[in-house]
């Protein structure tokens, strides 16, 4: 079983070490890195890197492809070597997933088209451009073969999930003691509904360190924009200068 995790510049790291974490204690699990070549991929700190081991040209036909999400989801979603790659290798797959704003670019893929989707709760609005229907209160949300997750730590939850699915229920609950996944966090502000004024602004300023830096709020602008002249042409896709 072929499981291709996409990086890309500027990818919140948690978001896929955690599934990648779980799926790999699968049976014949075989992981694979990719990107548009074999290297290093910076994540959001600008000091993390982790190797992308294959291209898309050398994975043509994965059993599943997972996405995570990152300030840098915005300037993937714009990327057409990533995008084109993602639709032709679905139909081929058994399970398609995101986590965090990886749903995003599964949306401008076109993979999400009339489906419900979730993702961090910053981005929820952000999955509309796409005419998705975003769901906040699910950490999970299975659209058939496409399985979207909510922020960050979501992944984990999102790895034993799939996990039980591919390899049965007694296998995800022993990936689930291995890595002693057991949450008890001292704090219960880990979702939006729960946490005060003061912690939403908290984390919103801690958000924008990354997604207000100039390449990425240029690419949530450029996106934008680009969604927006494609409705109002009320065609395909739109070459936007």
């Not at 076109?110 to 950490?139: E, I, N, Y």
């Amino acid at each position: 079983m072929q499981i291709a995790i996409v990086l890309y510049p500027s990818f919140t790291a948690l978001d896929f070490i955690g599934p990648y974490e779980v799926l790999r204690n699968l049976p014949d699990a075989e992981v694979r890195f990719v990107w548009h070549e074999p290297g290093p991929v910076t994540a959001d700190s600008g000091v993390l890197m982790v190797g992308a081991t294959h291209s898309f040209d050398e994975t043509p036909s994965p059993d599943v492809v997972l996405v995570p999400g990152g300030p840098g989801t915005m300037a993937a979603a714009r990327d057409e070597k990533a995008l084109d790659w993602l639709r032709q290798v679905y139909p081929g797959t058994t399970w398609t997933v995101s986590v965090c704003t990886g749903s995003v670019l599964l949306a401008a893929a076109g993979l999400l088209d009339g489906k419900r989707a979730t993702s961090h709760w910053s981005a929820l609005s952000a999955l509309k451009m796409f005419g998705v229907t975003p769901v906040s209160d699910q950490r999970i949300v299975r659209e058939g073969n496409v399985v979207t997750a909510a922020g960050v730590s979501a992944g984990i939850d999102l790895g034993i999930w799939l996990a039980g699915q591919i390899g049965g229920e007694a296998k995800a609950k022993a990936i689930q003691l291995l890595i002693e996944y057991d949450p008890q966090p001292p704090f219960d502000s880990g979702h939006a509904s729960k946490a005060s004024a003061t912690t939403k602004a908290g984390a919103t300023a801690l958000l924008s360190r990354d997604v207000m830096k100039p390449e990425p709020l240029k690419a949530t602008v450029a996106l934008a924009w680009e969604q927006g002249l494609r409705k109002l042409r009320g065609r395909g896709n739109v070459a936007v200068q």
